[in-house]
């Protein structure tokens, strides 16, 4: 059996009254396009019943690939598990609350195709949503800016679509908490914004909190650049500076017959 042509990537958690419709929406986009596809679910060890909602869709959809989790990973680990068993051409990744509408998975295809040189493409859209995620999506944007390097006005988002050098090269990094879109942008500069719709949340409830918008900061800061290490290299030198200058500065004070404080020399 040849590999798909297309592979979509979906991290799960408290997924089970999205899961359904989703997976409809999902399938029915993905025949429209007239290529061989699969659909790859990873549930990221959810507390509610969206394993068993998974295992229920399975057996309905025949292009559908649930993955169980042992242990709650977060959405970077859980979406780098999708990437390594994809075999598509062409890998989607989009969030399991359908925000992110499948029927505009065509808009991002049409994009890669339109532009071979383009190694990958990221869904954008004007920021919504309440205040607090407002300001978190421009922090977000503010740290991205500043730790790595990233354009501005360039956004960062869980709905794209990758060509499979990409893939391939995401499936190799073993950190244990992956910034995937720093990742991304490592790997190669010819990524794109292309501008979709984008829809309310369908779950009752979200994974979304401030110590989860924290972790992520957090997150992208320490694990997804060398920055935090460049600046302990440079307040390690600046302090070896500072120790030197202060020895050298008594050591002549006490060469001259000044009184030195007890302990320098």
């Given amino acids: 059996v040849s590999d798909p042509q297309l592979s979509v990537v979906i991290p799960a958690y408290l997924s089970e009254v999205s899961l359904p419709p989703l997976i409809a929406r999902l399938q029915a986009q993905l025949r429209s396009l007239g290529r061989t596809f699969e659909i790859i679910v990873v549930n990221d060890a959810s507390p509610d019943d969206t394993w068993g909602t998974l295992e229920q869709l399975v057996r309905e959809y025949p292009e559908l690939v649930a993955i169980d989790l042992m242990g709650n990973t977060g959405q970077g680990p859980a979406t780098l598990c999708g990437l390594e068993r994809a075999k598509g051409e062409v890998v989607i990744t989009l969030d399991d609350d359908l925000q992110h509408p499948p029927e505009q998975i065509p808009v991002l295809l049409d994009a890669l195709e339109?532009?071979?040189?383009?190694?990958?493409?990221?869904?954008?859209?004007?920021?919504?949503?309440?205040?607090?995620?407002?300001?978190?999506?421009?922090?977000?944007?503010?740290?991205?800016?500043?730790?790595?390097?990233?354009?501005?006005?360039?956004?960062?988002?869980?709905?794209?679509?990758l060509r499979r050098p990409v893939v391939d090269a995401l499936a190799m990094h073993r950190s244990r908490t992956p910034a995937l879109n720093p990742l991304i942008l490592?790997?190669?500069?010819?990524?794109?914004?292309?501008?979709?719709?984008?829809?309310?949340?369908?779950?009752?409830?979200?994974?979304?909190?401030?110590?989860?918008?924290?972790?992520?900061?957090?997150?992208?800061?320490?694990?997804?650049?060398?920055?935090?290490?460049?600046?302990?290299?440079?307040?390690?030198?600046?302090?070896?500076?500072?120790?030197?200058?202060?020895?050298?500065?008594?050591?002549?004070?006490?060469?001259?017959?000044?009184?030195?404080?007890?302990?320098?020399?």
């Fill in 114 to 161: 339109s532009n071979p040189s383009w190694d990958a493409v990221l869904a954008s859209w004007p920021p919504d949503g309440s205040l607090f995620r407002r300001f978190g999506t421009w922090a977000h944007s503010r740290l991205d800016r500043f730790v790595h390097g990233t354009p501005k006005g360039f956004r960062l988002t869980a709905f794209r679509a």
């Fill in 186 to 265: 490592k790997i190669t500069s010819r990524v794109h914004n292309v501008e979709v719709e984008h829809h309310e949340q369908a779950k009752p409830s979200s994974s979304f909190s401030i110590g989860n918008s924290v972790f992520r900061i957090f997150t992208n800061f320490i694990q997804g650049s060398t920055l935090p290490l460049k600046l302990m290299s440079a307040t390690g030198i600046l302090v070896s500076l500072l120790s030197m200058a202060a020895g050298l500065f008594f050591l002549i004070r006490w060469m001259g017959g000044h009184a030195t404080p007890e302990g320098w020399l």
